[in-house]
């Protein structure tokens, strides 16, 4: 199970942390991805970290605002977002799987899904 939090509001430029707490003891058995989904829009892929944490992932749009982070001992991963913009806005997923690199950034390839939480970014 997956508990997505720290979602909320936030204005052009500032900065928001999510985290997503897992529970059971297979956490460090997964990579961890975030997602999100805007109204009227497919869910898309944001960040993605190995199980190992040494290897990341980002989709275009974020690249250089946002850091996905993990720490295994606590199951929980991050998702730190600097410099937000009103196309931010969205609900934001955590998601948990081994993706093959090519699926990485496919919704379809996490088995497990967090209940997402809203960011709302306004201008």
């Known amino acids: 199970q997956l508990q997505a939090s720290g979602g909320g509001l936030a204005q052009d430029g500032d900065s928001l942390g999510l985290s997503c707490v897992a529970s059971?003891?297979?956490?460090?058995?997964?990579?961890m991805g975030w997602f999100r989904q805007a109204p009227g829009k497919e869910r898309e892929f944001v960040a993605g970290?190995?199980?190992?944490?040494?290897?990341?992932y980002y989709s275009d749009s974020v690249k250089g605002r946002f850091t996905i982070s993990r720490d295994n001992d606590k199951r929980t991963v991050f998702l730190q977002m600097n410099r937000l913009k009103p196309e931010d806005t969205a609900v934001y997923y955590c998601?948990?799987?081994?993706?093959?690199?090519?699926?990485?950034?496919?919704?379809?390839?996490?088995?497990?899904w967090g209940q997402g939480t809203q960011v709302t970014v306004s201008s």
């Open positions: 998601a948990a799987g081994n993706p093959i690199l090519s699926n990485l950034r496919s919704a379809r390839a996490y088995p497990y």
């Open positions: 059971g003891r297979t956490f460090n058995n997964y990579g």
């Open positions: 970290i190995r199980k190992g944490g040494g290897t990341t």
